[in-house]
C-alpha cells in the first residue's frame, strides 16, 4: 500500500490529526505527563480512531458513486434501462436484486418501484415444505408493487395445500391484470373456490389449466362456478385447459377476443358453436383435442356471414386426434367467420392433410410456402403454411415423400422455403415464378442418420445437368436456427448460435445445382463464412451471386457472435 499515491502525505495528516489528538489527551499547554492512565487513554482515543476513520472512509465510499455519468440520468431514465435488462424473462427478479447491490441509490429505485414487482411467478414441485418462504415472498412483492395491477403466474404439482396462497391473494383479486394458474383439479376445488368466484374488474388475460395427477381415476373437472363472479368486463385472452366448456351463461364470454381450448376428451361441436357465436369480438380461436370432435346429428341453421371488413384478422386453430378432416371442415362451414384470414387444421391422418391444405392453399390464392420442423422418418414430416399476397395463411401438419407432393401450388409460386432435406433428389419441379427460395440448413449434430452424416445441398454429388432451372429467381437465402436457442435462451431472439460454413461449399452448391440468369443474390441469415473476404474461396463465391448480405442478430458484436458460433463438426 505505501506505493499508492493518495494525494495525501504522512506529513499533512500529521498537521491535521496531531494537535486535536494531543488536545484531547492533554487540555491546555501543560507538556504531557505518561502515566499509567495516560497511557490507557491514549490507547483508547487510538481504538476510537480506528473507528471514526473506518466510519469516514464508508461515508466517503457510499457517495463515491455519485460522481458516475450514470448516476447523473433521471430515476425514470434509470428506471426504463432496468426494465430493459429484465426484459427477457420479466417474472425472474434476480436481474434486479443484482441491480439493487451496485448503490444505494439503485437499491432505493430497485425497491421503491412499484412496477418492478408486480409481475410474480410461483412455481414450485415442493410447495408443502416451502409454503410459508413462498407465500411470505408473495406477501412482500405484493406490498411492494403497491396499487399497480399485477400480473400473477401460479404452477402447482402434486397435491398442495395451497390455501394460504389463496387468501393472500383475495385482497388483490381487484388488482390483477392477468393470471395464468395451473394446479391439479383437485387444489383448484378445494384450495381456490374462494378466491376464482371474486370479481377481477381489471383482468384482461386469464389461463386456467386443471392438471391430471398420476394414480387418480381420469375425470374431466367442470369449469368452475361463478367464475370471477361473472364479472370482468375488460377480459380479452381466455385461455382453459383440460377442463369442460363453460356454459352459455358466463358473461366475460362477451367481451372475448381470443379462445384457446385444449381438451383431452370429446368436444361437443354443437356448444362449441354457440361459444364462439356467443363471441362478437372473436379474433382468435384456437382448439385441440386429443379425442374427437362430436358430429351432430342435425345441424343449425347457418348464421349469416360477416362482412369481409368484420372477418378479415380472423385466425382459427382446430386440431382433433382422432377426428376426420370432414368434421372440422363442417365445423367451419357453420361458423360465420367462414373465410378467416389464418387457418390451422390439423388430424392424425397426415394424408387427409395434405389434401385439404392443397385445396385451402389454392382457393386461398397461396403465393409462398414455408415447411418448416421438418424431419425424416422415412417420409419427410413438416409444418406447412402456404400465404397468400395479403399476409393470409392456410396452414397443416403434413407428410410428404418429396417436394413434387405439392407440385399442385407451384404454377404461381413466388417464395419457398424448405429445409435442406427436402431439396430435390430425384427430377426438379417447375417453378416459374419462384423469385425467392430460402434453405433452412440442419444442425451439424442432428443431421445424422445411422452413424452416417446425411446429404445436405453441400454434399450433392456434382453431376452435369442435374441442376434445378429456376428462370425467375433473384434472390437465394441460405438460414440457420440454433435447435437449442429456446432453451439457452427463452425470451432472446430466435436465431441462436450462427453456423459457420465454406464459403467454397457455398460456392460448389450454386455452381453446380442451380441455374438462373442472372446470378441471385445470397442472403446469409445466421450463417457466418470462415473464410476471409480477399480468400480465393469467397472469390470464387463472389462470382456466382450477384451480392452477399448478412443478417445476423442486431444485438451481438462481430467477438461475440464468433464465441457463440457452430462449428460444423469434421466428417
Same mark, same amino acid.
Not at 159 to 169: F, M
Given at each position: ?23 484531547? *489527551? ?5 507538556? &504531557?505527563? $505518561? ?11 487510538? =481504538? ?38 429484465? =426484459?427477457?424473462?420479466?417474472? @425472474? @427478479? ?11 441509490? $439503485? ?6 418501484? &412499484? ?33 399497480? &395491477? ?52 381489471? %383482468? ?70 354457440? *361459444? ?24 343449425? %341453421?347457418? /348464421?349469416?356471414?360477416? +362482412? ?21 371442415? =363442417?365445423?367451419?362451414?357453420?361458423? /360465420? ?106 444442425? +451439424? ?22 441442376? $434445378? ?28 448460435? +450462427? ?12 455452381? $453446380? ?6 446470378? +441471385? ?37 462481430? %467477438?461475440? %457472435? ?10
Amino acid at each position: 500500500m505505501d506505493d499508492v499515491d493518495t494525494g495525501l502525505g504522512f506529513d499533512a495528516f500529521h498537521a491535521f490529526v496531531f494537535p486535536h489528538l494531543r488536545s484531547a *489527551l492533554y487540555p491546555g499547554p501543560a507538556s &504531557p505527563k $505518561w502515566t499509567a492512565g495516560g497511557v490507557q487513554k491514549l490507547n483508547h482515543v487510538a =481504538a476510537k480512531l480506528h473507528t471514526w476513520l473506518d466510519r469516514l472512509v464508508h461515508e466517503l465510499a457510499s457517495t463515491a458513486n455519485d460522481c458516475c455519468t450514470i448516476n447523473a440520468l433521471p430515476n425514470e431514465v434509470l428506471c426504463h434501462i432496468f426494465t430493459l435488462a429484465t =426484459a427477457s424473462n420479466p417474472f @425472474d @427478479d434476480y436481474v434486479l436484486l443484482e441491480l439493487g447491490v451496485v448503490c444505494r441509490r $439503485w437499491k432505493t429505485l430497485v425497491l421503491e418501484t &412499484p412496477q418492478f414487482w408486480n409481475r410474480i411467478a410461483i412455481e414450485t414441485e415442493n410447495f408443502a415444505t416451502y409454503h410459508t418462504t413462498i407465500t411470505n415472498r408473495l406477501k412482500w412483492q405484493l406490498r411492494r408493487s403497491r396499487d399497480v &395491477p399485477v400480473d400473477l403466474a401460479i404452477r402447482l404439482t402434486g397435491d398442495s395445500r395451497a390455501g394460504e396462497l389463496e387468501e393472500t391473494l383475495c385482497a388483490h383479486m381487484h388488482r390483477l391484470r392477468s393470471l395464468d394458474l395451473d394446479a391439479p383439479d383437485m387444489v383448484l376445488a378445494r384450495d381456490w373456490s374462494l378466491a376464482l368466484t371474486l370479481p377481477a374488474p381489471n %383482468i384482461s388475460r386469464l389461463s386456467l389449466r386443471a392438471a391430471m395427477m398420476t394414480g387418480r381415476p381420469m375425470r374431466i373437472p367442470p369449469f368452475p362456478e361463478n367464475l370471477l363472479a361473472n364479472k370482468a368486463p375488460k377480459l380479452v385472452d381466455f385461455s382453459l385447459t383440460w377442463m369442460l366448456l363453460p356454459p352459455l351463461t358466463w358473461q366475460p364470454f362477451r367481451s372475448l377476443q381470443r379462445f384457446s381450448y385444449q381438451a383431452v376428451h370429446t368436444v361437443d361441436t354443437l356448444q362449441l358453436l354457440a *361459444l364462439v357465436l356467443s363471441c362478437p369480438d372473436l379474433r382468435r380461436l384456437s382448439v385441440k383435442t386429443t379425442r374427437v370432435f362430436t358430429r351432430p346429428v342435425q345441424w343449425p %341453421i347457418s /348464421p349469416p356471414t360477416l +362482412p369481409r371488413t368484420d372477418r378479415v384478422e380472423m385466425s382459427i386453430d382446430l386440431v382433433s386426434s382422432l377426428s376426420a378432416m370432414g368434421d372440422i371442415t =363442417a365445423l367451419l362451414d357453420h361458423m /360465420p367467420q367462414r373465410d378467416p384470414k389464418h387457418l390451422f387444421c390439423g388430424v392424425s391422418d397426415r394424408a387427409a392433410c395434405l389434401d385439404w391444405f392443397l385445396d385451402a392453399a389454392h382457393a386461398n390464392g397461396a403465393a409462398a410456402l414455408q415447411l418448416s420442423d421438418c424431419c425424416l422418418d422415412g417420409v419427410f414430416s413438416a409444418t406447412a403454411a402456404a400465404f397468400n399476397a395479403a399476409g393470409g395463411t392456410r396452414a397443416t401438419d403434413l407428410d410428404v415423400s418429396s417436394l413434387s407432393d405439392l407440385a399442385a401450388l407451384f404454377d404461381r409460386l413466388e417464395e419457398l422455403t424448405i429445409s435442406e432435406l427436402l431439396w430435390p433428389a430425384d427430377g426438379f419441379p417447375a417453378l416459374p415464378h419462384l423469385h425467392s427460395l430460402t434453405l433452412t440448413l440442419e444442425d +451439424p449434430g442432428e443431421n445424422e442418420l445411422d452413424g452416417h452424416y446425411a446429404l445436405t445441398i453441400f454434399l450433392l454429388p456434382l453431376e452435369p445437368d442435374c441442376a $434445378w432451372h429456376l428462370p425467375a429467381l433473384r434472390t437465394l437465402h441460405l438460414a440457420y436456427a440454433d435447435p437449442n436457442a429456446s432453451e439457452d435462451n427463452p425470451g432472446g431472439p430466435p436465431w441462436g448460435a +450462427p453456423l459457420v460454413v465454406s464459403a467454397a461449399d457455398v460456392a460448389l452448391f450454386i455452381k $453446380w445445382n442451380i441455374r438462373t440468369s442472372p446470378p +441471385p443474390r445470397l442472403v446469409l441469415q445466421n450463417v457466418l463464412l470462415f473464410e476471409s473476404d480477399d480468400s480465393l474461396a469467397r472469390r470464387q463465391l463472389d462470382a456466382e451471386v450477384q451480392q452477399v448480405v448478412f443478417e445476423l442478430e442486431e444485438s451481438l458484436t462481430l %467477438i461475440e %457472435i464468433w464465441e457463440k458460433c457452430t462449428l460444423p463438426e469434421p466428417i
